[in-house]
């Protein structure tokens, strides 16, 4: 094994952290089988230090929970502490190449494959949810109201007592979330997502 060479090993703890950042390795192997989720969420924390470390999760009784938490940590691989040495290793390598066999593993588990594409779901429909229930504040939906009946920004800055140069500031954040290029556009798209109403 010329190729692989064990640079050091720890607790879990954070002085790992530490010695990641002294020792940079590719890949690390983080073993699961505590009381409390303490080494996912160091895996978690070694992944958002450093990005480009691989992260091998190895647990004595793998489960569908284990799986999701260790996929949702951005680990690289997630293997049972049964599997054999060669196994290992060549895991190893692989995740050392920057490859994600976790990702293989999925098409095993079913129920956990489920799990993740409901959750993307979710996320996507929360953040498209964001963009449409009000990307504006509730100044900005004021000002636009105060837009789409006619006003000028003079007259806006002296009904909302602020100068000028703020409504101007307001208007270009208006148009930049509405994706509009006029003020016009900017009323458009608001009445067609339900922001305002005329009336």
């Not at 049964?82 to 190893?92: C, G, K, N, R, S």
């Not at 976790?102 to 963009?131: C, H, M």
């Not at 509730?138 to 007259?155: C, D, F, M, S, V």
């Amino acid at each position: 094994m010329e190729d692989i060479e064990i640079s050091g090993a720890t607790e879990v703890n954070d002085e790992v952290l530490s010695a990641i950042d002294t020792l940079l390795p590719d890949v690390a192997l983080v073993d699961i089988d505590g009381p409390s989720n303490d080494s996912l969420t160091l895996a978690r924390k070694i992944k958002q230090r450093s990005p480009s470390i691989g992260i091998i999760v190895l647990a004595s009784n793998p489960n569908d929970t284990q799986f999701f938490q260790a996929l949702k940590a951005q680990a690289a691989a997630y293997l049972n502490k049964e599997i054999t040495a060669d196994q290992l290793v060549d895991t190893v390598r692989h995740v050392a190449r920057g490859e994600h066999p976790i990702n293989e593993s999925l098409t095993a588990r079913p129920k956990v494959a489920e799990q993740v594409l409901r959750q993307f779901q979710e996320l996507s429909l929360r953040s498209e949810a964001e963009v449409f229930i009000s990307p504006l504040t509730p100044r900005e939906t004021e000002i636009l109201n105060y837009i789409a009946q006619g006003y000028l920004n003079k007259e806006i800055a002296a009904k909302l007592g602020i100068s000028q140069q703020t409504i101007k500031n307001h208007v270009t954040s208006i148009l930049r979330k509405l994706n509009a290029n006029a003020r016009t556009e900017a009323v458009v798209v608001a009445i067609k997502q339900g922001l305002i109403s005329l009336g």
